[in-house]
């Protein structure tokens, strides 16, 4: 029978103690060091006590950075749904900036609930992240007192808090234009032909779908069109598929084109317009908002509105972490970008 292995006895981690000593300096000279305090030390005493901090594999306590800085190494990014690619390139953003600034990322997932989103901001301000960044959409009455308690708590100990989307008082705010891409998307659908539309939005309420149907309609009237209904669900596939089948069910009209307030949603509105043997794009139109890389990778090619979100993600966290950071310095170009799922109607 084969031995039975005894388990390795682990390896004491080594100390910021065992650090000091290996380069010879004091130990508050190697937490200044490596614990990132405000305070000077010589170029010679920081070369020393990093080499020997590499040479030992000594890693840094982050309970004692944020007790010398106040604030630890991390960033704390909270996203709507970790499988959606809208929030994939916010956080692929964010990372590149935090790694450019030797910070962590961490992400937490609020499946746009507030009281959830309420309880992470709560647990993490025992941590002192640095920045967090909200990046889900919420509804306006999520801002509820103790909501914002818990916002300014945090901030408190000296996070500094972005949000994406709507201005918030005593918060970083980087906004998108969603009302404006939307306006630009619905005119230019019309200039394309169409006539009549049926948008698949969020429940009412949500700041960024609200933007999104207003923009769109108010775009879409003014070349001529006229939406024709608003169904309202999530901001999910499943919730595009669901509301797109109960439009087709109540009858939609060869020539429609089918707003998605999202590609996520779109893509959603696709497959049930499929399922019920329509054509999209010939006999029924679809466009999507944001243009996620799937995009072009459907057939036909979903027609979106162009939003950066790896460089807003970028941005977001500069606003995280910069001193003299400006709200008026960071506007981002939204583009229609028309495909072959709404290809030009002919009178």
Same mark, same amino acid.
């Given at each position: 029978?084969?031995?039975?292995?005894?388990?390795?006895?682990?390896?004491?981690?080594?100390?910021?103690?065992? +650090?000091?000593?290996?380069?010879?300096?004091?130990?508050?000279?190697?937490?200044?060091?490596?614990?990132?305090?405000?305070?000077?030390?010589?170029?010679?005493?920081?070369?020393?006590?990093?080499?020997?901090?590499? @040479?030992?594999?000594?890693?840094?306590?982050?309970?004692?950075?944020?007790?010398?800085?106040?604030?630890?190494?991390?960033?704390?990014?909270?996203?709507?749904?970790?499988?959606?690619?809208?929030?994939?390139?916010?956080?692929?953003?964010?990372?590149?900036?935090?790694?450019?600034?030797?910070?962590?990322?961490?992400?937490?997932?609020?499946?746009?609930?507030?009281?959830?989103?309420? /309880?992470?901001?709560?647990?993490?301000?025992? #941590?002192?992240?640095? *920045?967090?960044?909200?990046?889900?959409?919420?509804?306006?009455?999520? #801002?509820?007192?103790?909501? @914002?308690?818990?916002?300014?708590?945090?901030?408190?100990?000296?996070?500094?808090?972005?949000?994406?989307?709507?201005?918030?008082?005593?918060?970083?705010?980087?906004?998108?234009?969603? @009302?404006?891409?939307? @306006?630009?998307?619905?005119?230019?659908?019309?200039?394309?032909?169409?006539?009549?539309?049926?948008?698949?939005?969020?429940?009412?309420?949500? /700041?960024?779908?609200?933007?999104?149907?207003?923009?769109?309609?108010?775009?879409?009237?003014?070349?001529?069109?006229?939406?024709?209904?608003?169904?309202?669900?999530?901001?999910?596939?499943?919730? *595009?598929?669901?509301?797109?089948?109960?439009?087709?069910?109540?009858?939609?009209?060869?020539?429609?084109?089918?707003?998605?307030?999202?590609? +996520?949603?779109?893509?959603?509105?696709?497959?049930?317009?499929?399922?019920?043997?329509?054509?999209?794009?010939?006999?029924?139109?679809?466009?999507?908002?944001?243009?996620?890389?799937?995009?072009?990778?459907?057939?036909?090619?979903?027609?979106?509105?162009?939003?950066?979100?790896?460089?807003?993600?970028? #941005?977001?966290?500069?606003?995280?972490?910069?001193?003299?950071?400006?709200?008026?310095?960071?506007?981002?170009?939204?583009?229609?970008?028309?495909?072959?799922?709404?290809?030009?109607?002919?009178?």
């Amino acid at each position: 029978m084969p031995e039975t292995m005894a388990p390795r006895p682990a390896t004491p981690a080594p100390t910021l103690n065992d +650090v000091a000593e290996a380069a010879g300096v004091s130990l508050a000279t190697a937490s200044r060091v490596l614990n990132g305090s405000a305070r000077k030390v010589a170029e010679s005493y920081r070369v020393r006590v990093a080499d020997a901090a590499a @040479r030992l594999g000594y890693t840094a306590n982050l309970s004692a950075q944020a007790t010398a800085r106040g604030t630890s190494g991390i960033i704390a990014l909270l996203v709507g749904d970790i499988a959606d690619p809208y929030f994939g390139q916010i956080a692929a953003g964010v990372a590149r900036g935090a790694d450019e600034q030797g910070l962590v990322v961490t992400i937490a997932v609020t499946e746009r609930d507030a009281a959830r989103e309420q /309880r992470i901001i709560h647990a993490l301000r025992g #941590q002192r992240p640095r *920045g967090m960044i909200l990046a889900a959409s919420r509804a306006e009455e999520s #801002q509820r007192p103790e909501w @914002r308690a818990e916002l300014d708590a945090i901030a408190g100990v000296g996070t500094q808090v972005v949000m994406l989307g709507p201005q918030a008082e005593g918060v970083r705010v980087v906004t998108i234009d969603n @009302r404006g891409g939307a @306006r630009a998307l619905g005119a230019a659908l019309a200039a394309h032909g169409y006539r009549s539309a049926v948008i698949l939005a969020a429940a009412e309420g949500v /700041r960024t779908s609200d933007d999104r149907v207003a923009g769109f309609t108010e775009g879409f009237a003014a070349a001529g069109g006229s939406v024709e209904r608003v169904l309202r669900g999530e901001l999910s596939r499943e919730s *595009g598929e669901r509301l797109a089948a109960d439009a087709l069910a109540d009858g939609v009209a060869a020539g429609t084109v089918v707003f998605g307030i999202s590609d +996520v949603i779109a893509i959603g509105a696709m497959a049930a317009i499929r399922a019920a043997g329509r054509v999209i794009g010939t006999d029924i139109a679809v466009t999507g908002f944001d243009d996620i890389p799937t995009c072009t990778d459907l057939t036909p090619p979903l027609s979106s509105v162009r939003v950066p979100l790896e460089q807003i993600g970028y #941005q977001t966290l500069r606003a995280a972490t910069a001193d003299d950071w400006d709200p008026d310095d960071t506007t981002f170009d939204l583009d229609v970008v028309l495909r072959d799922s709404t290809p030009a109607r002919t009178s």
